[in-house]
Nanobody, 125 residues
Framework: QVQLVESGGGLVQAGGSLRLSCAAS????????MGWFRQAPGKEHEFVAA????????GYLDSVKGRFTISRDNAKNTVYLQMNSLKPEDTAVYYC??????????????????WGQGTQVTVSS
């Protein structure tokens, strides 16, 4: 089992940047593909990015490609989401999630076993 704690959210103006972190407990972090999802008010969870167990493969939502970068440090049991050129439509609660089922991770929330509590990102226009 793994516990996930996100941090780094906040209020930022459009065009600004934020870096989200997700710290995982346990000694098997490298056994999990990791993903970032977001949920805006009244909407369902939306896939944002995923990274494979080794960190060698990543995938992104089309609307964040070129602006967001997912990375991980298995020695620190942490996954990151660097968000640049933020837009008001990026406003949401951002969640990290751990996937023990597949090596590369995926875009469906059903593939993920463990979830953090979320961190709010608000982008003002």
């Amino acid at each position: 089992q793994v516990q996930l704690v996100e941090s780094g959210g906040g209020l930022v103006q459009a065009g600004g940047s934020l870096r989200l972190s997700c710290a995982a407990s346990g000694r098997t972090f490298s056994s999990y593909a990791m993903g970032w999802f977001r949920q805006a008010p009244g909407k369902e969870h939306e896939f944002v990015a995923a990274i494979s167990r080794s960190g060698g493969s990543t995938g992104y939502l089309d609307s964040v490609k070129g602006r967001f970068t997912i990375s991980r440090d298995n020695a620190k049991n942490t996954v990151y989401l660097q968000m640049n050129s933020l837009k008001p439509e990026d406003t949401a609660v951002y969640y990290c999630a751990a996937n023990s089922k597949t090596y590369y991770g995926g875009s469906s929330p059903r593939e993920y076993d463990y979830w953090g509590q979320g961190t709010q990102v608000t982008v003002s226009s």
